[in-house]
């Protein structure tokens, strides 16, 4: 419980913003436990590594937020990183990619 909250906290104080305007907070919590769920279940549940590679910002240096939007959505070919088009949209794509750029869930 007190991670879930310590999860809520860094996703409110640190949350990025896309675009214009911010994402409403209900989508920014909704995308953040998809990093830890859906990502960390291959990224590790810390984003640290696992069967994918750690997608810590200090591992994701150098990367791009456009960069990383287009691996979210179209994932690697020949890789267990999978396309997320059909899930998200590139709004949510764009703030995750900037999300893990800037804070390590």
Do not use: I, M
């Given at each position: 419980m007190a991670r879930a909250v310590a999860?809520?906290?860094i996703s409110v104080l640190a949350a990025p913003?896309?675009?214009a305007e911010a994402l409403p907070q209900a989508e920014q919590d909704r995308l953040?436990?998809?990093v830890q769920q859906d990502c960390?279940?291959?990224h590790g549940?810390?984003?640290t590594g696992g069967l994918g590679s750690a997608i810590t910002p200090e591992a994701l240096e150098g990367h791009t937020?456009?960069?990383l939007t287009s691996i979210i959505l179209d994932g690697i070919p020949?890789?267990?990183m999978p396309p997320w088009r059909?899930?998200?949209?590139?709004i949510e794509a764009q703030w995750i990619a900037e999300y893990l750029l800037e804070v390590s869930p």
């Open positions: 999860l809520l906290a913003s896309v675009g953040a436990h998809f960390g279940s291959c549940l810390k984003v937020v456009d960069g020949g890789t267990a059909p899930l998200l949209t590139e």
